[in-house]
Nanobody, 123 residues
Framework: VQLQASGGGSVQAGDSLRLSCAAT????????MAWFRQSAGKEREFVAA????????AYGDSVKGRFTISRDNAKNTVYLQMNSLKPEDTAVYYC?????????????????WGKGTLVTVSS
């Protein structure tokens, strides 16, 4: 499956932004889709994921209550709605896909990655 992320940009603290990740290829709806992010000098961090099985979701502790992941199977697209953005949310955001119905937070599990989209939040 191929992934294309979009929607990044520069915003002020407290603003909202929505990222999109379009999936193409064989059976994209049977992949768990996730978002990770990586800021300068840091490890790639789990942000959120949406399982294709049962529609379960998971979030990283730093974004719980502010970010929402959703999925439109008809469009083979997963979204990340980011509200109440903070400067520490500044990072390159990557979407990833894995065939397991179980959600994993480790980046090592995900076999498919899209190019990142940059989100910059200024104070």
């Amino acid at each position: 499956v191929q992934l294309q992320a979009s929607g990044g940009g520069s915003v002020q603290a407290g603003d909202s932004l929505r990222l999109s990740c379009a999936a193409t290829g064989r059976l994209p709806n049977r992949y768990t889709m996730a978002w990770f992010r990586q800021s300068a000098g840091k490890e790639r961090e789990f942000v959120a994921a949406f399982s294709w099985s049962g529609g379960s979701t998971a979030y990283g502790d730093s974004v719980k209550g502010r970010f929402t992941i959703s999925r439109d199977n008809a469009k083979n697209t997963v979204y990340l709605q980011m509200n109440s953005l903070k400067p520490e949310d500044t990072a390159v955001y990557y979407c990833a896909a894995d065939r397991s119905p179980k959600i994993y937070t480790s980046k090592r599990v995900y076999e498919n990655w899209g190019k990142g989209t940059l989100v910059t939040v200024s104070s």
